[in-house]
């Protein structure tokens, strides 16, 4: 087992140092296995986060570090301008398994990349200039893909942001035929939306800006940056509306963890050579874990594993009684709790009872657990909320 160098004070150093745009915790972490984590004081926690939705085969999974240790001993990293054989043998699996539309793909390092790289594209292929997304959209934090994501804050924070992007409402139909205009090259959507609150997609609204935008000459990006890689209990969320999309973005859970993302795209999409580009991009060390990682995806039937575990946990989550719970929602295991209070101190009260749970704006609670977690454990995260959220009384805010 690896530590740190005896007499380190992580916290004392990062808070001298860190150009903090994150807040802390106060919690050290030092070690994770599976669905568990590990504090500097030895305290187990049982990770409902999965670094964001990026574990979904857990931590240090054997798989994923033979892989990595084999593929670093032979070849790290190489430009795009080279073949190699696991960043060919990703390509056509992730193409095989991806919705019919698809057929190339672009390997960069995160989904705001992929992100980007779809906006740059759909502007190139179309010649369109505007962008149309969603209310309580998140799409990243770079400055295209902040720009499309509905974050008003930000974008009075960081004004002026890019132009031409309009928000529609989600999950409203009525709305698309006054904003799916002549002018729009692109519309990027969420099938569930996961930092605006965990709200899936209802299946007449999906269906309906897709028939707009094939109609229209309307580029439909499917964002699943945190719903692939069977999140949602599917491989990905395009399989649960049937949805043939002109480009994929996808990062996250791809590589288990070690950072990677993809844009996948149908013919329409034009990118010449020496129009977009990546260094790190589908390096042989990615690639060879992403493969890893999809073999365990696939061998050990994950996704239909979130499907019949995220079931079941959601109707024990729906039975918690609590004043404070407005809704429980989700799709699989990504799964959203409304409260009619802010959420910052319930996830404190749930750390100290040792579950660690995220938000997803200022009063939701967010569990991602890797979908490898036992359904004991997820019985244990569910009587702890119990006794968090049971015993909370509303505050005035």
């Known amino acids: 087992m690896i530590t740190a160098p005896a007499g380190i004070d992580a916290r004392s150093l990062q808070d001298r140092y860190e150009l903090d745009v994150y807040g802390k915790r106060g919690i050290t972490l030092v070690r994770g296995r599976g669905w568990r984590l590990w504090d500097e004081e030895g305290r187990e926690y049982i990770d409902c986060m999965s670094g964001h939705g990026a574990l979904n085969l857990g931590h240090a999974h054997p798989d994923v570090l033979e892989t990595l240790n084999a593929q670093a001993a032979e070849l790290m990293c190489a430009t795009g301008a080279f073949h190699h054989k696991e960043k060919a043998r990703l390509m056509s699996r992730l193409v095989e398994l991806a919705p019919r539309s698809l057929s190339r793909v672009f390997f960069c390092n995160s989904g705001t990349e992929s992100v980007e790289a779809a906006l740059k594209l759909g502007r190139l292929s179309t010649g369109r200039g505007a962008v149309v997304s969603f209310k ?5 934090r770079t400055f295209g893909a902040m720009s499309a994501s509905f974050q008003p804050k930000h974008h009075q924070m960081f004004a002026p942001v890019l132009e031409g992007v309009r928000f529609a409402p989600y999950n409203a139909v009525d709305p698309l035929e006054r904003d799916l205009t002549g002018d729009v090259g692109c519309v990027l959507l969420e099938l569930v939306q996961g930092e605006g609150g965990v709200h899936p997609a209802d299946p007449r609204f999906v269906k309906t800006v897709a028939r707009l935008c094939a109609e229209r000459g309307i580029l439909l990006v499917v964002d699943e940056v945190q719903t692939g890689f069977g999140r949602t209990g ?7 509306f049937g949805l043939e999309p002109d480009m994929l973005c996808l990062a996250k859970s791809i590589a288990g963890g070690f950072p990677m993302g993809a844009l996948l795209t ?5 990118a ?5 580009g990546s260094t790190f991009g589908g390096n042989p060390l990615a ?4 493969n890893r990682v999809l073999d365990r995806l696939l061998e050990d039937s994950l996704p239909e594993r979130a499907s019949e575990e995220g079931r079941k946990w959601l109707a024990r989550l729906r039975r918690i009684e609590s004043p404070v719970i407005e809704e429980v929602r989700g799709l699989g295991l990504m799964v ?5 209070d802010r959420v910052a101190p319930y996830l404190d009260a749930l750390a100290r009872s040792g579950v ?9 609670l967010r569990l991602l657990p890797p979908l490898t977690i036992d359904e004991s454990a997820l019985e244990t995260v569910a009587e702890t909320l119990e006794k968090v959220l049971g015993e909370a009384r509303p505050s005035e805010q």
């Open 136 to 140: 309580r959209s998140f799409h990243g």
């Open 234 to 240: 599917r491989l990905f969320a395009c399989e649960h």
């Open 266 to 270: 149908s013919d329409r999409i034009q």
């Open 272 to 276: 010449p050579v020496g129009s977009h």
């Open 287 to 290: 690639c060879a874990v992403a």
């Open 336 to 340: 959203g709790i409304q409260l009619r």
């Open 356 to 364: 660690l749970a995220l938000s997803a704006g200022p009063k939701v």
